[in-house]
Structure formats: C-alpha cells, structure tokens
C-alpha cells in the first residue's frame, strides 16, 4: 500500500522529493501516512477533499486482496 500511494502522490505533487510516506501496521487496521510539501497540500487533497477521497478509494479497493482495512491520513 506504501507504494501506491507514493506513486500517486509524487504524480501530483511539485515537489515529489519531499512525498513522504510511512506505513503503520496495526491488529486491526494498516495506517498510511502521506506527508508533502506544505505548498502541494491543496493538490493532495483537491477541492472538497475529491483528489483525497479518490487516493483513499484507490488504496482500499487494492487492500480488498489482503482481507485488511487500510487508512490514508494526510498529514503536514
């Protein structure tokens, strides 16, 4: 999953060098954290949150394979 949204967030972003992502591996859940450049917030997260909402779309219909539930946070 860590991946994927790498893959999708350095083809949004101006400054794909400052893409962070980490993954947190939980019982009951896998926590995706996606950390960018301050100035490429709003092209992560979009008007009314759709490009957020669409990146979270993608990562839970790719985890439908592994049985888990995934959660893609947005962080500063």
């Given amino acids: 999953m860590k991946e994927l949204v ?3 967030a350095t083809s949004l972003v ?3 060098e400052k893409v962070v992502v980490t993954e947190k ?3 009951k859940a896998i926590i995706v954290e996606l950390r960018v450049a301050p100035e490429d917030m ?3 997260i ?3 949150g759709r490009i957020a909402k ?5 990562v ?4 439908t394979k592994d049985d888990k539930k995934v959660v893609v946070e947005i962080l500063q």
Avoid: L, M, N, W
């Fill in 42 to 44: 709003g092209k992560v």
């Fill in 60 to 63: 839970k219909a790719a985890a």
């Fill in 25 to 27: 591996e939980t019982e």
């Fill in 6 to 8: 790498e893959v999708i």
């Fill in 14 to 16: 101006d400054y794909p």
């Fill in 54 to 58: 669409s990146i979270r779309t993608v």
């Fill in 46 to 48: 979009g008007k009314q």
